[in-house]
């Protein structure tokens, strides 16, 4: 069950568009996605800075709903393309934070709902050399990266979330596996048991392919 209580899956955009003409609704995608837009920012910019852009990002989603086109890409996935464009104009709160996984055990930023998702890789890939390796990539390839391995989207909705083709959204992941693979040669396969919405395989396709 995602945030909320809401039934499995993306929020009928029907919410949102019922907001245009009755703004109180708009608070019932808010209930539904917050804490998980929130903890996408907590692991990409730290807590004090993902209170401000979790909040903005909804600010700018009522803002522009009325823009929202629901046959280019599922409310959430707009919701996470908000999000990652918060976090490209805040681009030093997220090189401090990739700094200090570089510097402590990656552990102590883990919370819940997101340690499952570590423990799909090796401790040690996942400690100071990851930290590093993620603050050298190009911040392109690291938003695809992120959006598919920390948001879990697939790559059509990485491509809708950033208005971006699906090719590129391939591409960038290449060359972020590319990179990973150049850093951490020895990085463990993610868990063949959690099939990737993105094409029907497994986790370890993020990684490695």
């Not at 823009?67 to 280019?72: A, G, H, K, L, T």
């Not at 805040?90 to 499952?116: I, S």
Request: proline content about 5%.
């Amino acid at each position: 069950m995602p945030d909320g209580g809401a039934p499995t899956g993306f929020a009928v955009p029907e919410v949102l568009l019922a907001s245009r003409a009755d703004a109180d609704r708009f608070g019932e995608l808010f209930d539904r996605h917050f804490a998980t837009i929130y903890r996408y920012l907590h692991r990409r910019v730290g807590s004090d800075l993902a209170d401000e852009l979790g909040a903005e990002t909804f600010v700018r989603a009522f803002q522009h709903r009325d823009s929202y086109d629901p046959q280019r890409a599922p409310v959430r996935a707009w919701l996470f393309g908000i999000a990652t464009n918060l976090v490209r104009q805040h681009h030093r709160g997220e090189h401090r934070r990739l700094a200090a996984y570089a510097k402590a055990p990656f552990d102590r930023f883990q919370d819940e709902g997101t340690a499952a998702i570590d423990t799909r890789v090796s401790a040690d890939a996942l400690s100071a050399t990851l930290g590093c390796s993620l603050a050298t990539m190009r911040s392109q390839d690291r938003d695809v990266l992120l959006l598919i391995a920390w948001a879990d989207l697939t790559y059509a909705e990485v491509a809708a979330a950033l208005g971006t083709p699906i090719g590129t959204v391939r591409s960038r992941l290449a060359r972020a596996r590319q990179h990973i693979r150049r850093d951490l040669p020895d990085v463990n396969d993610w868990s063949a048991e959690n099939p990737t919405p993105a094409a029907g395989g497994t986790k370890g396709t993020v990684l490695h392919g």
